[in-house]
């Protein structure tokens, strides 16, 4: 690997590698000393023309664990209100010695299109590009996802560690606004290659144009949708940002028809992993409308993997640097 | 078994054991027991000699609690040449439950080589805490150091030529029989 730029065409080879590489660097939060000397030396860039808290500090809590130096570089207040444009941004990035970039933009193609260009010799990692993909959000629910799918079916004398395992046969429903949703895209593939079946529960207006030519099933009700039996429930965030039009009528409604209300939650507890008696899984990406997509009770159930996936983002993300810029290709 | 006329045997299965016996003494005979002792394998071959180490102290002295006091130390992210060779996939690190702060750690390899590997174990085991001793156990020491670091405890020294490879086979990582385990030298 030398970028990271989608997980549409990410070998299972490829993913397997992050996952278990991300399994050995979440022990290191664990221990004494937090930090790996991996990447001493090395500069790690955060690129970001959108707003982002919680990936941005991800990133950098990674990069840092293994030793890196990080600069942060936001859209806001810089030289690209200015008029900058992206290629100038990278070459003056790359001439103050970027080993990698993370870049986080709100067009499509972005990334995709630092990584095929000259502009830089730096290993490119998308860390959301407009509403096509979000390659280590899609790791991480993985991650998360795969721990308690293996937990619940090794059986007594197996390793505890999921090193090698897969999500064949898991059963994953997400939910929301597919439409504008990179999470949403980049689960999809990310899950069908490690084996899992990917269902779509949306309103028809937040659902993408050719959607029922992907790989996935679609229910245009919740209620249906958790009737299916899923192994876990994502939930999206409703992203007033990017809605310019009107997609549903208010915020009430799309509460009562597609919120994990504290009724749906009950059906959800019901759930369980495959065969197994353990509890299905309740996945967001965060931030987390409380209220809207997501009740409050729903938020902090037993069940709920949103805290877990914020640790196993910072485990990824240092997964995806130490494989990009080690190795005879940095 | 047979091989190609360039690769020679230099260990049989009894004689790793034999070696491995041997180390064991030597442990308790310098540490005048097993008191405070830890045995640190680094993956992925070190790990399975360690194990076999452990069982093998407890043998010796009965107040060794082999399951409080075997790890594994993985040293992929600690290595100097990680801008060289390929990228790794992190082997899994468990310390001893006894914890490692005062105690005389033994970290087990299966060959000595440049000494790097050992370098870098020292490094990671320093993250994890601060050992009063650190030892070093190898199965076979091939010389060629490249880093002023020596073994306490060796299984067999064997002269060799940098263009050769020394396989140490084993069946908890090469899947064979435990009686068809051995060191094998290529030329």
Known sequence: ?330 | MSHSSETAQVMAAPDIDRALTRIAHEIVEAQRGTEGLIILGIPRRGVPLAQRLGAKLASIDPGFDSESSLGALDITMYRDDLRTTAARTPEPTSLPTAGIDGATAVLVDDVLYSGRTVRAALDALADYGRPAVVRLAVLVDRGHRELPIRADHVGKNIPTARHERVAVRLAEIDGIAREAEEVVITR
């Open chain 1, 1 to 330: 690997m030398r970028h990271l730029l989608a997980t549409e065409g990410l070998t299972y080879d490829d993913a397997l590698t992050i996952l278990d590489t991300a399994e050995e660097m979440a022990a290191v939060t664990s221990r004494e000393v937090k930090k790996l000397p991996t990447l001493r030396g090395r500069t790690v860039v955060n690129l970001f023309y959108e707003d982002s808290t919680r990936t941005r500090v991800s990133f950098e809590a990674a990069a840092k664990r293994l030793s890196a130096d990080v600069v942060n570089f936001s859209a806001k207040g810089s030289s690209v209100s200015k008029g900058e444009s992206l290629k100038d941004t990278v070459q003056t990035l790359d001439a103050m010695g970027a080993d990698a970039i993370v870049i986080r933009h709100s067009a499509a193609g972005a990334a995709a299109q630092l990584a095929a260009s000259d502009w830089s010799e730096a290993a490119v990692v998308n860390a959301g590009d407009g509403t096509h993909e979000h390659p280590t959000q899609a790791l991480l629910d993985a991650l998360t996802l795969r721990r308690d799918w293996h937990a619940a079916h090794r059986g007594s004398g197996s390793s505890t560690s999921p090193r090698g395992t897969d999500l064949a046969g898991m059963r994953v429903l997400i939910v929301g606004d597919i439409l504008h949703s990179r999470v949403a895209r980049s689960n999809l593939w990310l899950l069908r290659t490690l084996g899992a079946e990917v269902h779509f529960a949306a309103p028809a207006t937040l659902l993408p144009l050719g959607v029922e030519s992907w790989p996935v099933t679609v229910h245009y009700s919740l209620d249906q949708a958790l009737a299916a039996a899923p192994d876990a429930v994502m939930m999206l965030r409703v992203q007033a940002e990017r809605m310019g039009g009107a997609f549903f009528p208010t915020a009430a409604e799309y509460t009562r028809r597609w919120g994990l209300t504290d009724e749906r939650l009950a059906t959800v507890a019901d759930l369980t992993l495959g065969e197994t008696q353990s509890p299905a899984l309740i996945l967001h990406p965060g931030p987390m409308n409380r209220g809207v997509e997501i009740s409050a009770a729903a938020a902090d159930a037993p069940q709920t993997r949103i805290t877990e996936q914020v640790t196993n983002g910072v485990a990824v993300r240092m997964a995806v640097l130490h494989l990009l810029l080690t190795g005879d290709h940095a």
